[in-house]
């Protein structure tokens, strides 16, 4: 597995190595060892699946207050995303700040979001399905987003007409988001 770091500390994407002959492929999606020797040493204890039937389908932008963050593990196992993290630590070098991602079932490629990051993705092509796994479970009380569209952040969407859902579309900018994230560099 290669790892790479990103402009926004502790977020990585992680590449796996891909066995393949004329009848497809094997790759090892998660491997704890070797997570572990590369420094990702977090107990994933759910994995969630979703489809997105349309492109242009923007989920995000999701995030769980303490104590019950979640770090998240994500891949695309269908189709291809635009994957997209924002720093909501208080304090960071880089709050505020935001990187995208191209995860598809092609490259195989996976992004660790880590606790104190708003996580989103806009689907690229139809019938999209991404996979995360998460180190703590949904809390409905704890359940908070950003905005898709905040003008302070100007993320670069690869649509500009999303399909969102009711919640998705009522978010708060981030300068009026709940934010319980401190860094601790």
């Not at 998240?72 to 720093?87: H, N, P, Q, S």
């Not at 630590?89 to 104190?116: D, E, Y």
């Not at 991404?130 to 670069?156: C, F, M, T």
Request: contains cysteine; negative net charge; glycine residues 8%.
């Amino acid at each position: 597995m290669k790892i790479f770091e990103t402009k926004l500390p502790g977020v990585k994407l992680l590449e796996p190595e891909v066995f393949g002959d004329n009848r497809g492929f094997f790759i090892e999606s998660y491997n704890e060892q070797a997570a572990h020797a590369n420094g990702i040493s977090y107990a994933f204890i759910q994995d969630n699946h979703s489809l997105s039937v349309e492109a242009g389908v923007i989920r995000g932008m999701h995030y769980q207050l303490n104590p019950k963050s979640q770090t998240k593990l994500v891949r695309a196992t269908a189709g291809a995303i635009y994957d997209v993290v924002i720093d909501i630590r208080k304090g960071s070098l880089t709050f505020g700040a935001w990187q995208g991602f191209i995860l598809s079932a092609s490259n195989k490629r996976q992004l660790l979001v880590p606790q104190g990051f708003a996580h989103g993705f806009c689907t690229l092509v139809p019938n999209c399905e991404v996979q995360y796994k998460v180190d703590a479970l949904y809390s409905p009380e704890h359940d908070r987003g950003i905005a898709w569209n905040d003008p302070a952040l100007a993320i670069d969407w690869p649509t500009s007409n999303p399909i969102l859902s009711d919640k998705d579309g009522k978010h708060p900018v981030l300068a009026e988001a709940e934010i319980n994230f401190v860094y601790e560099g």
